[in-house]
C-alpha cells in the first residue's frame, strides 16, 4: 500500500515514522485503558502508551485527519498488520497466547493477523470505518493475502452474561475444520451456551460489536471456544476471514479508478 486513501480531510495510509506509530500507540491508549478501562502495565501508564514487542515489526495503519495539524491528534484511527515474516521475527504471531492457529499456519499462501483496531470517539462514523476497511483492502491486495485472522472482543468477563451473542456465533458462525483455531486448553471457555433454536438471531446480532459484525458481513468465521482477556476487560473469539471477497471487490475499484484516470 504506497498511496494513501483521500476522504476530504481524511486520509488513510501505513506510518512512515517512529512518530507517527508513537502517535497510534497513544489513541491506543486512551481508547483501551482511558475509554474502555483496560488495565496498564506501570510501564504504560507513565508512558501513556499501548505498545508490545510487536509494535516494531508490524505495519500500523492510520486513519489521519488534516484538519487537525501536524501532530499526535492528526491520528484518529489505527490497526496492527502483522504478516508471516513479522511473527516469525517474534516468534509467533499475536493470537498463539490465546489460540492454537494451527491451521491458519498451514493454510496456502500468505496470511494476515489483524490486530489492536481502535477509533477516536469522535470519528465512529461510517467515513471512517470505510477507509480503514478500504486500507485494509489496498494491503491485502498488494501483499496478496489469502487469509485474514485475528483475535475481536466482546465487553465484558462474564461469558453467561453473553451467552446468547456467543451461542449465536458457535451455530451460525463457526469455522469449517480446516479453518478452526481453537482456544487453548487452559483458556477455553465454550461458545455452544444456548441451544440453537433458543438463539434470536436478530438479538444476538444487536449485542455483537461493530468490527466483530463486519467480519461475519465479509463472511468471517469463528474459532472454537472463546477466551477471557482480564486485562482488556474482554472476552475475545478468534475471527478467520477468507479474503476472496475484499480482493475482488477492491480489484474492481481499483480497475475502475485506473481506467478513470487513462481516460480522464
Known sequence: MTDGIRLG?????LAQSAAEIDWAQALRYRVFYEEMAAVPSPAM???RRDFDDYDGVADHLLVIDHARGNGPDMVVGTYRLIRRP?????????SSDEYDIGPLLAYPGEILELGR???????????SMQLLWQGIAAYVFQHDIALMFGCASLPGTDPDALAEPLAYLHH???APPDLRARALPERYVSLDRMAKDRVDPKRALNVLPPLIKGYLRLGGFIGDGSVIDHQFNTTDVCIVVK?????DKYFKHYERRSRDSQTG
Not at 9 to 13: G, W, Y
Not at 117 to 127: E, K, M, P, T
Not at 243 to 247: A, G, P
Open 117 to 127: 483496531s481502535c477509533v477516536d470517539a469522535g470519528y465512529r462514523s461510517r467515513g
Open 172 to 174: 451460525h458462525h463457526l
Open 86 to 94: 513479522a511473527a516469525e521475527k517474534v516468534g509467533r504471531f499475536y
Open 9 to 13: 480531510t481524511l486520509e488513510v495510509r
Open 243 to 247: 479474503t476472496d471477497l475484499i480482493t
Open 45 to 47: 501508564q507513565a508512558e
